[in-house]
């Protein structure tokens, strides 16, 4: 049960705040998936740590090409980012498609990643950008790819009684570089994808100089379709070579039936259509054409 | 349990409650400070019923914990106007059919504040984003939409 | 036309200022002095024998005051539903409930309920309740519960393996022959979701029970004085001890609280009486979903013959419907289905038969439309069909064969108006009919199609169910009117439209009226609001109590101005004399000089008047409504992805017949409400349930009922064919803005992709499928 809520002022302050609850003290940030968690049992904590006071954390920033974002920062914040929608619209995208504008506005990026649900969606962005994240703990400060963080579906590599995620970085897109987001989904708000697929890619004289594609759910985290970035690398931008990239995608895709949003065979069936759509978007925003 | 003692602007007055830490925005202010223009419909964030402003902001209080609103600019239905100085959107909901059972309506109006409060002049995509979570379930949204983008143009006239 | 002064005008809601400040108090806000907190404890399975049930820890714990089970509530057996109360002999209401049982039959059926001092103790002390379950077989569809083999989950089946009440039979000549007489004859069987009315307002009641044993309930429900009857019933005490009212507000209906708010009522009474102190239940949402009434999904077979000229020749319909674990509306449900389906095409040959089966999931009861959906898709589907294959529009064929005014139909009131033609004409006009069949250009990966619905529905329940009503208007002292009339407002917009009836029939101004409704104690009888009967049945019982007290107002008038009250009328609160003009007058000044003749007087010095000399006007409405039936076609356009399967709405056109519009802007609201729950049910909305009965759309995040983002433009025209047995030649509209979209939605989808569906919502994986399948049988 719930006996105290702290605001702590600084980073360290927070971890103070953690490691005084002995494995009771959970950090909180929007808290819109941790409070139902808590309601309906799923997760327990006797103290929680809100971090989105902290200053420094509400800000995104781009120092260097790299965007960061602070733990604080909400959905809506970088959903209506002109920084992201310029330089990671991929993200951008996803951000939007969040549950409603409440939720967006309440609900943190960082907290999309760290609750480790599969098809998150700012989180399947985020691996498409290769975004890394800052994690602070009392034995100190480490950087660990965001396609890193998943130890299960629901279950996160980190420890938010003990670790906490200060920022999330990734390099700003570049002239020659796109990106797009693409999501199957029941209603356009409040409710969660069927399949979300990210793209980003970098091209020169038309060819694709690389390709990371990701999609969800089709694993116990964002899944990197490695077989179909392959074959872009290097290959010539052109609907034929976009279609085999897709059919790869699907290749190495494992999703599960759900009751609720489609059935596995459904899922697959449409898997390559949002990645090709995706990769279409994509090559268009940087500048090349099929 | 710990209680604590919450301290926040409620409709620009301070206020000061005893809360527990599991105590939920809505809650609060529906039982504790019998503001029952915030309804609740879910008790999950899903409904947008309970919907307030929070330091400029739609927020579902709902699913917000009281103790988050601790110096806090929070605005709801009862403090944006009423009989003889009525919010542009009070007037346009009422005056345009956008009132059925009334039951989201006020958290559709905070909704729509939100808004207006930052952008006077939302387009039909903005209009429908500000309340896409805020379920009504009497109205199909026709007359709230037309309601919120006429408030907009009195809003924008009274300047 | 004739000219009204405040009947058909959009005027401000009567309600509007308390809801849009927040100070609308609804159930879920009721609190009196030392109220407790009710809640309910469900079974988790679909179907079992309560062996043993312990609840001496929760007891125990502190906070708590009371806890109810099956062992210590009246074992009086009742029905949810106000059917109940409203069943016309010598039908007789299914009865099939008790709060509490010791046989559980779906997931969510109520075991037990606590009061305490919190919501959160009343909450934990649930978890300390030890039950011992003995699961039984169960079932869940309704035709797999009509084999033998299935569990009986009722004693009291008499028409067949687990079918609810009566089998509804509704013969017209001679279907064998007529089919035989057809040129052609197209049969389908089709299948319905169950879905959820998801007012915004869950079920809610606040019960008071005082030290001399009257009783008061706040709650939820749609129908106040048949709540009452239940609960007089349910708990042995005199109507007369019992007050049913809203508070006054409710926070939507659809149908799902017509009778109780599914448990609410009783449980919060029963925790009342052995608290011994108020008591308030408010169902969670995830409640809301799984334990009150949702729409019958089921099956409905349509088999239309037709002469080659395009003329229905015959037409048979059939249905077996998704009752549920408890009877509810379950046997009036089919007969609507039947009846209304009947009515909309002039058929000389036709038949019905249809029922509802018990099965081990939530109860289905009233929902919107009450069956009239569930008929529709079908049919229109099927006419649809029809008219490819005689090679007529869709149109064409439809205009050929509606219903007219004084056809023969099926039933039992005559059809004395239609604007349905006008609906089909305006409907296609707004959605650009004429541009069907070259909306999409070759190789195009999105497809658009335009298709239409039509359907028609009741004006009330009379003579299928007792349907009277009661009004009174009183003049009050000063010229004033209250109104007093039983009815809710649950949304709709009744406290608005029924005080409009009585301003215009008084000729009086609106501001003059106040209105007391939704109470057992204050209000005279009143069915309640269902059946799109509010404006029509309960506004015709307005209308002949205004009536009254305008006759006796003439009267008097006529005395006082010394002339025969045939030459009166009213107008602004003002009495005068018809043909005088009307200049120069003393009339409310009072001071009139002897000898001067007055030609007119002011109600409010007329009603004063009165009163010193020991008078008041109180005008009685007592009426049994007629019944009239509303018109609607609706036009919709689609745009299907074909390599998703994902069907958008993009625009419905919804033009409907409702005899007169009493307040415009009500009645456009109630459509393009009604059409919005039309779209999510062809599309997107259904409650399916896993193996063991659990239902799986329980949240609103998880139910996908469409959200502002998810809206088409929605055009609602008002057609207006006065119906001479309505208020001012008004008809119902309540449910109507919904029955016949699905219908028209999947023609549309028919129109763009060359498809049919015969099961709806037609969800992305769904189409994707049927895509699938008609591109491998073509290649
Ligand atoms: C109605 C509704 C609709 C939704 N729709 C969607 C949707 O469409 N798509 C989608 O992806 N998600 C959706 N969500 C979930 C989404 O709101 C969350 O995933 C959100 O982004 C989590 O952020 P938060 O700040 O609320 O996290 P919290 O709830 O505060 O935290 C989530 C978890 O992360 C931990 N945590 C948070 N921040 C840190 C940190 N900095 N360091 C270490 N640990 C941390 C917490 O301890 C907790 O375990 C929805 C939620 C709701 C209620
Ligand atoms: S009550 Fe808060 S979103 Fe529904
Ligand atoms: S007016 Fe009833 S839910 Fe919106």
Redesign the interface.
Same mark, same amino acid.
């Given at each position: 049960? %719930? *006996?105290? $809520?702290l605001?702590p002022e600084t980073v360290e302050q927070a971890l103070s705040h953690l490691q005084g609850g002995k494995g009771r003290a959970r950090v909180?940030a929007g808290?819109?998936d941790l =409070? =139902?968690d808590l309601a309906n049992g799923k997760k327990e904590a006797g103290v =929680?740590v809100?971090l989105?006071r902290i200053p420094g954390l509400q800000e995104i920033t781009l120092e260097d090409d790299l965007i960061r974002l602070g733990a604080a920062v909400t959905h809506?914040q970088v959903a209506k980012s002109k920084l992201i929608q310029e330089k990671a619209s991929v993200l951008a995208r996803a951000a939007r498609s969040v549950? +409603? !504008? *409440?939720?967006r506005?309440?609900a943190t990026v960082v907290g999309n990643v760290v609750n480790a649900q599969p098809a998150a969606d700012a989180a399947v962005a985020l691996v498409a950008l290769g975004a890394v994240a800052e994690v602070v703990s009392p034995s100190g400060k480490e950087y660990i790819p965001v396609e890193k963080l998943y130890a299960g579906v629901g279950k996160s590599v980190l420890d938010s009684t003990s670790q906490i995620v200060t920022r999330i970085q990734f390099p700003a897109l570049l002239k020659n570089q796109g990106s797009a987001y693409e999501r !199957?989904e *029941?209603?356009?708000?409040?409710? =969660?994808p069927?399949l979300n697929v990210a793209v980003v890619v970098s091209l020169a004289d038309n060819r694709f100089q690389w390709a990371r594609i990701v999609m969800a759910p089709v694993g116990p985290g964002p899944v990197r379709a490695t077989e179909a970035e392959a074959i872009l690398t290097g290959a010539d931008v052109s609907l034929g070579n976009i279609e085999n990239a897709a059919a790869a995608a699907r290749a190495q895709a494992n999703p599960r039936s759900s009751? !609720?949003r489609? +059935?596995r065979e $459904?899922r697959l069936?449409?898997l390559p259509? %949002?990645v090709r759509r995706a990769l279409e978007a994509a090559v268009v925003r940087a500048g090349g054409n099929c | 349990m710990s209680s604590k003692i919450l301290t926040f602007t409620l409709n620009g007055e301070t206020i000061r409650v005893v809360v527990e830490p599991t105590d939920m925005l809505a809650d609060v202010l529906r039982d504790k400070l019998n503001l029952i223009g915030v309804k609740k419909g879910c008790g999950q964030g899903e409904c947008g019923a309970c919907t307030v402003i929070m330091n400029g902001d739609a927020v579902t209080s709902c699913i917000i914990p009281a103790l988050k609103a601790e110096g806090a600019v929070v605005e709801t239905i009862e403090g944006i106007g009423g009989p003889g100085k009525y919010h542009p959107l009070q007037e346009s909901f009422m005056d345009l059919g956008a009132i059925q059972c009334g039951f989201c309506t006020p958290g559709m109006i905070m909704s729509a504040k939100a808004l207006l409060d930052k952008n006077e002049q939302p387009t039909r995509e903005e209009i429908r984003e500000a309340i896409s979570g805020n379920i009504c379930r009497c109205t199909g949204y026709v007359k709230i939409e037309k309601a919120v983008s006429t408030a907009a143009e009195k809003i924008r006239e009274g300047k | 036309m004739k000219n009204y002064n405040v009947v058909g005008q959009s005027v401000r809601r009567l309600d509007a200022a308390e809801k849009a400040t927040g100070t609308a108090v609804f159930s879920s806000d009721f609190t009196l002095p030392g109220m407790l907190y009710g809640k309910v404890l469900r079974s988790p399975y679909a179907h079992a024998r309560i062996v043993s049930i312990d609840t001496t820890e929760a007891e125990k714990l502190p906070g708590v005051k009371a806890v109810v089970t099956y062992k210590n509530t009246p074992r009086e057996i009742f029905n949810t539903s106000a059917t109940m109360t409203f069943t016309v002999p010598a039908l007789k209401p299914v009865l099939d409930q008790y709060i509490f049982d010791s046989v559980v039959r779906y997931v969510g059926d109520e075991v037990a309920a606590v009061a305490a001092v919190s919501e959160k103790l009343a909450e934990e002390a649930l978890k300390l309740i030890k039950v011992e379950y003995e699961e039984l077989p169960a079932v869940f569809d309704p035709l797999e519960a009509m084999k033998p083999e299935a569990p009986d989950i009722h004693a009291n089946c008499k028409e067949g393996k687990n079918i609810i009440g009566e089998i509804i039979k509704i013969p017209m000549g001679d279907v064998e022959k007529g089919f035989k007489e057809c040129d052609l004859v197209i049969e389908k069987r089709f299948k319905l979701p169950i879905v959820k009315q998801v007012q915004m307002e869950t079920q809610a009641a606040v019960a008071q029970v005082e030290v001399n044993g009257k009783i008061t309930v706040w709650s939820t429900t749609q129908t106040p004085h048949p709540t009452r009857m239940i609960l007089a019933k349910i708990f042995g005490v005199p109507n007369s001890k019992i007050r049913v009212l809203n508070p006054p507000y409710v926070g939507g209906g659809f149908g799902v609280r017509i009778g109780l708010s599914a448990k609410a009522e009783p449980i919060a009474v029963a925790l009342a009486m052995q608290a011994g102190k108020p008591v308030r239940v408010i169902y969670s949402r995830e409640e809301d979903f799984m334990a009150s009434d949702t729409r019958h999904g089921g099956y409905v077979t349509v088999k239309l013959g037709a002469k080659k000229d395009g003329t229905f020749h015959a037409l048979d319909l059939k249905a077996a419907l998704n009752g549920g674990a408890y009877c509810s509306f379950s046997t009036e449900t089919p007969g609507v289905l039947g009846a209304m389906g009947l009515a909309v095409y002039r058929i000389p040959n036709q038949s019905y038969y249809g029922h509802s089966v018990y099965t081990n999931v939530t109860p289905a009861g009233a929902m919107r439309g009450f069956g009239n959906p569930q008929a529709m898709f079908p049919i229109e589907s099927v006419v649809d069909m029809m008219a490819e294959e005689l090679g007529m529009d869709p149109l064409e064929l439809r205009l050929k064969n509606i219903m007219r005014a004084g056809d023969p139909w099926c039933l039992p009131y005559p059809c004395q108006s239609t604007g349905l033609a006008e609906c089909i004409e305006r409907g296609a006009k707004s959605i650009g009919w004429e541009r069907r069949g070259s909306l999409n250009q070759p190789g195009a990966k999105k497809l658009r199609g335009i298709g239409v619905g039509v359907g028609t529905h009741v004006s009330n329940s009379w003579p299928f169910c007792v349907d009277y009503d009661n009004a009174i208007v009183t003049v009050q002292q000063d010229g004033s009117i209250h109104l007093a009339s039983g009815v809710p407002d649950i949304g709709t917009g009744t406290s608005t439209a029924l005080p409009q009836l009585a301003a215009e029939v008084l000729g009086v101004g609106l501001e003059e009226v106040s209105l007391t409704f939704g109470d057992t104690l204050s209000t005279p009888f009143d069915i309640g609001s269902h059946a799109s009967r509010t404006l029509y049945a309960a506004g015709t019982a307005v209308v002949a109590a205004a009536e009254d007290a305008k006759r006796q107002i003439l009267e008097y008038a006529a005395d006082f101005l010394k002339v025969s009250p045939e030459r009166l009328e009213i107008k602004d609160s003002l009495i005068y004399i018809t043909g005088r003009e009307l200049g120069e007058d003393c009339a409310g000044t009072g001071v009139c000089k002897t000898g001067e003749e007055r030609i007119s007087v002011t109600l409010q010095e007329l009603a004063y008047h009165a009163h010193l000399r020991n008078k008041q006007f109180i005008g009685v409405g007592r009426i049994v409504p007629e019944n009239a039936p509303p018109w609607h076609a609706h036009f919709a356009e689609v745009e299907v992805d074909t390599e998703t399967g994902q069907v958008k709405v993009i625009r419905v056109a919804a033009a409907h017949d409702v005899g007169k519009a009493i307040n415009p802007v009500i009645v456009e609201g109630q459509i393009e409400g009604g059409v919005l729950q039309g779209v999510g049910y062809a599309v997107s909305e259904e409650i399916v349930h896993d193996a063991k009965g659990r239902p799986l759309h329980n949240s609103l995040h998880k139910y996908l009922l469409p959200t502002a983002e998810d809206i088409p433009e929605i055009d609602a025209i008002i057609v207006e064919a006065s119906d001479p047995s309505g208020p001012f030649g008004a008809k119902g509209v309540g449910e109507t803005g919904l029955v016949p979209t699905a219908g028209a939605i999947a023609n549309a989808v028919y129109n763009a992709t060359g498809v049919r569906f015969y099961e709806i919502p037609m969800t992305e994986e769904k189409v994707f499928r049927a895509l699938s399948a008609a591109k491998n049988s073509t290649c």
């Open positions: 049960m %719930l *006996q105290d $809520y605001i909180v808290g819109t =409070l =139902l =929680l809100d989105t809506n549950g +409603s !504008l *409440q939720i506005n309440t !199957l *029941q209603r356009k708000a409040l409710a =969660l069927m009751a !609720l489609g +059935s $459904y069936e449409v259509v %949002l | - | -």
